[in-house]
């Protein structure tokens, strides 16, 4: 199975900070990497997918890059709703697998 | 305006059965491969299931494997989740997710995502 490791599990942030998460796979996969905001008590959002396509819809502070093995999430400009739990999840085989997550919460 | 709407939650014993529904509307869904993923109070995410458009693949977890049964009536557009010999640890809020693409491309990735239905295995 592919593990998703991402840090850090959690990171405090105030509005107009930017903030990277990273994910890094135990084996490339290429850029089968999804991005996924939660809020308390919601469903996931989906934001990026193919590591770094942004969903539409969503707005361009949400950025990803990476390839193979190390991918990252960045958010611009830190806004009031983007407090949250961020996971990444392979989509390059089966089982798919997502990492841990990230809280982001105000400083 | 793609919808999601899980039913079928609530309290079982542990070793009893639970029947998941996901009523989908707003897109074709026959023409898309859909999915169950859960999430333990507190906890992550976790991919339980998939099934492909046309119920040619389906995919289990190991950690489900041989007690759970993804299907799908796309009659009704709708998918289910039949949950056998549950335990304490499969407590958690199930969620039905469709993904991204439809027509077969599939991509293992979910665009959509259900308000999710709690299921909770106590005695």
């Known amino acids: 199975d592919i593990q998703m490791t991402q840090s850090p599990s959690s990171v405090s942030a105030s509005v107009g900070d930017t903030v990277t998460i990273t994910c890094r796979a135990s084996?490339?996969?290429?850029?089968?990497l999804a991005w996924y905001q939660q809020k308390p008590g919601k469903a996931p959002k989906f934001l990026i997918h193919a590591a770094s396509s942004l969903q539409s819809g969503v707005l361009s502070r949400f950025s990803g890059s990476g390839s193979g093995t190390d991918f990252t999430l960045t958010i611009h400009s830190l806004q009031p709703e983007d407090f949250a739990t961020y996971y990444c999840?392979?989509?390059?085989?089966?089982?798919?697998?997502f990492g841990g997550g990230t809280k982001v919460d105000l400083k | 305006e793609v919808q999601l709407v899980e039913s079928g939650g609530g309290l079982v014993k542990p070793g009893g059965s639970l029947r998941l529904s996901c009523a989908a509307s707003?897109?074709?869904?026959?023409?898309?491969?859909m999915n169950w993923v859960r999430q333990a109070p507190g906890k992550g995410l976790e991919w339980v299931s998939s099934i492909r458009s046309n119920s040619g693949h389906i995919y289990y977890a190991d950690s489900v494997k041989g007690r759970f049964t993804i299907s799908r009536d796309d009659a009704k557009n709708s998918l289910y989740l039949q949950m056998n010999s549950l335990r304490a640890e499969d407590t958690a809020v199930y969620y039905c997710?469709?993904?991204?693409f439809g027509e077969g491309a599939t991509v293992n990735w979910f665009d959509s995502w259900g308000q999710g239905t709690l299921v909770t295995v106590s005695s």
């Open positions: 707003g897109f074709t869904f026959s023409s898309y491969s």
């Open positions: 084996q490339g996969i290429s850029h089968w």
């Open positions: 997710a469709r993904d991204q």
């Open positions: 999840q392979q989509a390059y085989g089966f089982p798919l697998t």
